[in-house]
């Protein structure tokens, strides 16, 4: 059970190996209270992990000019190079403080949801980028999924109810670029209050203060893993599935303390997303009897793209 005092589940993944009922139900208690958990333990290699960290790192110290060429017009974002001053959070007026990179599902020729997932494209300034990625998509993936079994346990539903309602998602793995703070930055902050559009987010790169989570209370919580750890929080797509049992919480980045202003802060977010044409609306349960689904039906595509053009990528 989830101590009295605020504290968000912290996890083995291992351990839902050896006692998958009392994992399923740790983590479903956190997601209801805090729609947020940190797991350790996922079969993420730190060596893939460090890997990865030294690619974005040398991509986003290129020259602005190079980066900019994997800009793509009308791309909204979803793959390639993302500037700084584009995203902005859903109500907010000021953009967020970051640049980013997307790299998306690779589809092989033919396949029915290619009109809706782009191709990828590589920068070909780092060597070793587009496989490193590849990987580190591929290993977000298969990790994803077990973290969902143990979210359907905890829905008693069957274990493998997501693993068709993910196949071929489009999932987003993105490198995440917050500069130094040398000066003031005025109404910006590094990433303004939002709730994430997708069924789960795994992010690796937290451990660099900034992250925090809006209580029930309407206090903002830091979220701190330790190196390495996975930081884990429940986006809209499952919010509506499970008619707000498990909680899409709004969470920021905040700027750093004036003795963390010159260090740059670098994180890897992978936002699992349902594959485009499943339909998202409330699971059987979790509906009250006399009661209507707090949202209609829609389906994954359509609300992706609705919540897109809302902060300014579509």
Do not use: C
């Amino acid at each position: 059970m989830i101590a009295p005092e605020k504290s968000i589940a912290s996890l083995s993944l291992a351990a839902a190996e050896s006692d998958p009922e009392a994992f399923s139900q740790e983590l479903g208690e956190s997601f209801e209270r805090y729609g947020f958990a940190i797991v350790r333990d996922h079969g993420v290699p730190q060596e893939l992990i460090d890997r990865a960290e030294g690619k974005a790192k040398a991509f986003f110290a290129l020259p602005e000019d190079v980066k900019r060429k994997y800009a793509i017009p009308g791309g909204g974002g979803a793959r390639g190079y993302t500037p700084f001053g584009i995203e902005t959070a859903k109500g907010h007026k000021a953009h967020d403080l970051k640049e980013f990179w997307h790299v998306g599902r690779e589809l092989g020729a033919g396949h029915p949801f290619r009109e809706m997932m782009a191709d990828n494209v590589w920068p070909e300034e780092v060597p070793g980028f587009k496989e490193t990625f590849l990987e580190l998509f591929d290993t977000f993936d298969r990790t994803g999924l077990r973290v969902l079994r143990a979210i359907a346990r905890y829905l008693k539903v069957d274990e493998n109810y997501f693993v068709d309602t993910v196949r071929d998602g489009n999932s987003v793995l993105r490198m995440l670029h917050y500069p130094p703070q040398p000066e003031p930055t005025g109404e910006h902050i590094r990433a303004g209050a939002h709730e994430d559009i997708n069924t789960i987010t795994l992010l690796l790169g937290a451990e660099e203060a900034g992250l925090e989570l809006l209580t029930n209370e309407g206090e903002w919580m830091p979220v701190s893993p330790a190196k390495g750890e996975l930081v884990i929080n429940i986006g809209d797509m499952l919010q509506r599935l499970t008619n707000g049992k498990l909680r899409s919480t709004s969470h920021r980045v905040v700027n750093p303390a004036p003795d963390r202003a010159s260090k740059a802060r670098y994180s890897m977010p992978f936002f699992l997303h349902f594959r485009p044409d499943f339909m998202i609306e409330a699971l059987p349960g979790t509906v009250a009897e006399g009661e209507e689904p707090k949202w209609p039906p829609i389906s994954a595509h359509d609300y992706l793209q609705e919540r897109l053009r809302e902060i300014k990528l579509a």
